[in-house]
Protein backbone atom coordinates (compact mmCIF):
# COMPACT_ATOMS: atom_id res chain seq x y z
CA UNK A 1 0.00 0.00 0.00
CA UNK A 2 1.50 3.35 -0.59
CA UNK A 3 1.04 5.18 2.39
CA UNK A 4 2.72 8.50 1.00
CA UNK A 5 -1.15 9.50 -0.69
CA UNK A 6 -2.46 9.39 2.59
CA UNK A 7 0.02 10.62 4.88
CA UNK A 8 0.05 14.30 3.10
CA UNK A 9 -3.62 14.83 3.12
CA UNK A 10 -3.54 13.33 6.77
CA UNK A 11 -0.74 15.89 7.68
CA UNK A 12 -2.69 18.79 6.06
CA UNK A 13 -6.00 18.38 8.61
CA UNK A 14 -3.63 18.44 11.63
CA UNK A 15 -1.97 21.46 10.33
CA UNK A 16 -5.25 23.21 9.17
CA UNK A 17 -6.73 21.94 13.02
CA UNK A 18 -3.15 23.23 14.62
CA UNK A 19 -3.88 26.71 13.50
CA UNK A 20 -7.75 26.93 14.79
CA UNK A 21 -9.22 25.93 11.47
CA UNK A 22 -11.49 24.10 11.53
CA UNK A 23 -14.62 22.32 9.25
CA UNK A 24 -18.66 23.04 10.20
CA UNK A 25 -21.98 22.92 8.88
CA UNK A 26 -23.38 25.30 6.99
CA UNK A 27 -25.98 27.25 9.20
CA UNK A 28 -28.88 29.58 8.59
CA UNK A 29 -31.10 31.83 10.86
CA UNK A 30 -34.65 32.52 10.58
CA UNK A 31 -36.26 35.21 12.46
CA UNK A 32 -40.01 35.70 13.17
CA UNK A 33 -41.20 38.88 13.90
CA UNK A 34 -44.65 39.47 16.03
CA UNK A 35 -46.51 41.84 17.32
CA UNK A 36 -48.84 42.00 20.55
CA UNK A 37 -50.99 44.59 21.50
CA UNK A 38 -51.82 44.91 25.17
CA UNK A 39 -55.39 45.66 25.87
CA UNK A 40 -56.73 48.97 27.48
CA UNK A 41 -58.43 49.23 31.51
CA UNK A 42 -60.52 52.50 31.54
CA UNK A 43 -63.88 52.67 33.26
CA UNK A 44 -64.72 56.09 34.92
CA UNK A 45 -67.88 58.26 35.30
CA UNK A 46 -68.81 61.22 33.07
CA UNK A 47 -71.71 62.09 30.44
CA UNK A 48 -71.68 59.58 27.35
CA UNK A 49 -74.67 60.42 25.41
CA UNK A 50 -78.50 61.97 25.57
CA UNK A 51 -80.14 58.70 26.68
CA UNK A 52 -81.08 58.58 30.58
CA UNK A 53 -78.68 55.99 31.58
CA UNK A 54 -75.72 58.23 29.98
CA UNK A 55 -75.48 61.04 31.42
CA UNK A 56 -75.29 62.83 35.09
CA UNK A 57 -78.42 64.37 36.31
CA UNK A 58 -80.54 65.45 39.88
CA UNK A 59 -83.94 64.64 40.29
CA UNK A 60 -86.74 65.44 42.57
CA UNK A 61 -84.41 67.91 44.48
CA UNK A 62 -86.22 69.15 47.50
CA UNK A 63 -87.07 72.47 47.28
CA UNK A 64 -84.72 75.69 48.32
CA UNK A 65 -81.97 72.77 48.03
CA UNK A 66 -78.78 73.67 45.91
CA UNK A 67 -76.86 70.86 43.91
CA UNK A 68 -73.30 70.48 42.22
CA UNK A 69 -71.23 67.81 41.29
CA UNK A 70 -67.59 67.59 39.53
CA UNK A 71 -66.00 64.96 37.87
CA UNK A 72 -62.44 64.37 39.65
CA UNK A 73 -59.25 62.33 38.96
CA UNK A 74 -59.54 62.08 35.23
CA UNK A 75 -63.37 60.62 35.80
CA UNK A 76 -62.55 58.38 39.09
CA UNK A 77 -64.08 60.39 41.23
CA UNK A 78 -66.84 62.32 41.53
CA UNK A 79 -67.29 65.42 43.65
CA UNK A 80 -71.24 66.24 45.13
CA UNK A 81 -72.02 68.89 47.10
CA UNK A 82 -75.38 69.45 48.79
CA UNK A 83 -76.59 72.91 50.21
CA UNK A 84 -79.26 74.47 51.83
CA UNK A 85 -80.51 71.53 53.36
CA UNK A 86 -83.06 71.20 55.97
CA UNK A 87 -84.68 68.30 57.83
CA UNK A 88 -86.80 65.87 55.75
CA UNK A 89 -85.55 67.33 52.37
CA UNK A 90 -84.16 64.92 49.79
CA UNK A 91 -82.06 64.53 46.66
CA UNK A 92 -82.12 61.79 44.10
CA UNK A 93 -78.41 61.74 42.09
CA UNK A 94 -77.73 59.96 38.97
CA UNK A 95 -74.59 59.05 37.43
CA UNK A 96 -73.26 56.41 35.25
CA UNK A 97 -70.08 55.05 35.24
CA UNK A 98 -68.90 53.24 31.59
CA UNK A 99 -65.89 50.54 30.79
CA UNK A 100 -64.67 52.63 27.77
CA UNK A 101 -61.79 50.23 27.49
CA UNK A 102 -61.02 46.85 25.99
CA UNK A 103 -61.16 44.49 28.72
CA UNK A 104 -64.13 43.59 31.39
CA UNK A 105 -63.51 45.03 34.73
CA UNK A 106 -64.84 44.01 38.05
CA UNK A 107 -64.92 46.44 40.83
CA UNK A 108 -62.10 46.45 43.53
CA UNK A 109 -63.09 49.34 45.96
CA UNK A 110 -65.26 51.96 46.09
CA UNK A 111 -64.37 55.02 48.84
CA UNK A 112 -66.71 57.67 50.08
CA UNK A 113 -64.59 60.84 51.56
CA UNK A 114 -66.73 63.92 53.12
CA UNK A 115 -63.82 66.77 52.27
CA UNK A 116 -65.89 69.80 53.93
CA UNK A 117 -68.77 69.65 56.32
CA UNK A 118 -68.52 72.31 58.66
CA UNK A 119 -72.15 71.95 60.32
CA UNK A 120 -71.85 68.67 60.92
CA UNK A 121 -74.62 67.10 58.05
CA UNK A 122 -72.91 63.65 57.88
CA UNK A 123 -74.45 62.38 60.84
CA UNK A 124 -77.53 63.41 59.65
CA UNK A 125 -77.62 62.26 56.27
CA UNK A 126 -79.26 58.94 55.43
CA UNK A 127 -78.53 57.57 51.83
CA UNK A 128 -78.97 54.30 49.86
CA UNK A 129 -77.79 53.18 46.02
CA UNK A 130 -80.01 51.52 43.33
CA UNK A 131 -77.69 50.46 40.60
CA UNK A 132 -78.75 49.24 36.62
CA UNK A 133 -76.03 47.24 34.44
CA UNK A 134 -76.98 48.74 31.19
CA UNK A 135 -74.95 46.83 27.79
CA UNK A 136 -73.92 48.51 25.11
CA UNK A 137 -76.73 48.56 23.26
CA UNK A 138 -78.54 49.88 25.75
CA UNK A 139 -80.25 46.66 27.12
CA UNK A 140 -80.70 46.74 31.29
CA UNK A 141 -79.52 43.06 31.73
CA UNK A 142 -79.87 43.83 35.48
CA UNK A 143 -80.48 45.94 38.71
CA UNK A 144 -80.05 46.00 42.16
CA UNK A 145 -83.70 46.91 43.48
CA UNK A 146 -83.58 49.20 46.61
CA UNK A 147 -81.55 48.09 49.51
CA UNK A 148 -81.91 49.33 53.28
CA UNK A 149 -81.17 52.65 54.46
CA UNK A 150 -77.50 53.55 55.50
CA UNK A 151 -75.63 56.95 57.06
CA UNK A 152 -73.95 58.29 54.78
CA UNK A 153 -70.40 57.08 55.01
CA UNK A 154 -71.66 53.40 54.66
CA UNK A 155 -72.45 53.97 51.34
CA UNK A 156 -69.41 53.07 50.01
CA UNK A 157 -69.82 49.79 51.46
CA UNK A 158 -73.52 49.63 50.19
CA UNK A 159 -72.54 50.28 46.75
CA UNK A 160 -69.46 47.56 46.83
CA UNK A 161 -71.91 45.26 48.15
CA UNK A 162 -73.87 45.40 45.18
CA UNK A 163 -71.34 45.75 42.16
CA UNK A 164 -69.04 43.50 43.50
CA UNK A 165 -68.50 40.35 41.57
CA UNK A 166 -70.37 41.78 38.46
CA UNK A 167 -68.47 41.87 35.16
CA UNK A 168 -68.82 45.04 33.34
CA UNK A 169 -67.88 44.80 29.70
CA UNK A 170 -66.57 47.18 26.99
CA UNK A 171 -69.02 49.37 26.23
CA UNK A 172 -71.57 48.76 29.34
CA UNK A 173 -72.43 50.93 32.20
CA UNK A 174 -73.46 51.01 35.31
CA UNK A 175 -76.06 53.55 36.08
CA UNK A 176 -76.92 55.01 39.29
CA UNK A 177 -80.07 56.05 38.71
CA UNK A 178 -83.88 56.23 37.91
CA UNK A 179 -85.63 54.81 34.76
CA UNK A 180 -88.35 57.93 33.55
CA UNK A 181 -89.18 55.46 30.97
CA UNK A 182 -90.82 52.71 33.00
CA UNK A 183 -91.06 55.30 35.94
CA UNK A 184 -88.89 52.64 38.13
CA UNK A 185 -87.27 54.39 40.91
CA UNK A 186 -83.34 54.33 41.53
CA UNK A 187 -80.64 56.51 42.08
CA UNK A 188 -78.09 57.48 44.63
CA UNK A 189 -80.36 58.87 47.72
CA UNK A 190 -79.92 61.48 50.10
CA UNK A 191 -82.10 62.78 52.65
CA UNK A 192 -81.42 64.85 55.88
CA UNK A 193 -83.14 63.25 58.91
CA UNK A 194 -85.83 65.07 60.81
CA UNK A 195 -83.95 64.83 64.15
CA UNK A 196 -81.23 67.40 62.56
CA UNK A 197 -80.63 69.97 64.93
CA UNK A 198 -80.89 73.45 64.32
CA UNK A 199 -76.64 73.91 64.51
CA UNK A 200 -77.50 72.16 60.16
CA UNK A 201 -79.79 75.00 59.23
CA UNK A 202 -78.21 77.13 55.58
CA UNK A 203 -75.07 73.91 56.12
CA UNK A 204 -73.24 72.68 52.66
CA UNK A 205 -71.59 69.20 52.81
CA UNK A 206 -69.27 68.38 49.82
CA UNK A 207 -67.93 64.31 49.54
CA UNK A 208 -66.29 62.70 47.14
CA UNK A 209 -66.85 59.20 46.02
CA UNK A 210 -64.09 57.33 44.23
CA UNK A 211 -64.53 54.09 42.64
CA UNK A 212 -61.72 52.42 41.48
CA UNK A 213 -61.72 48.59 39.05
CA UNK A 214 -59.20 46.18 38.22
CA UNK A 215 -59.54 43.07 35.11
CA UNK A 216 -61.93 40.88 35.45
CA UNK A 217 -59.73 38.11 35.55
CA UNK A 218 -57.44 39.32 38.60
CA UNK A 219 -57.41 37.58 41.99
Not at 76 to 99: E, H, Q
Amino acid sequence: MNFKKFALPLLLVIMLGAIGLSYAWWTETLTINGTVNTGELTVKMGNFGEAFWQHIWFADVSAHVTTDYAILDNGYTVSVTLGNYYPGAMVRFNVPIKNVGTIPAVISSVELTVTSDPGGLKDYIYTRSWVRHYDKDGNRIWDSGWPAFVPLEQLDDQIYGQLAGRVLKPGEIFFFGEDPESQNEGCLYFGLENTAPNSTEGQTITFTLTFIFKQWNAP
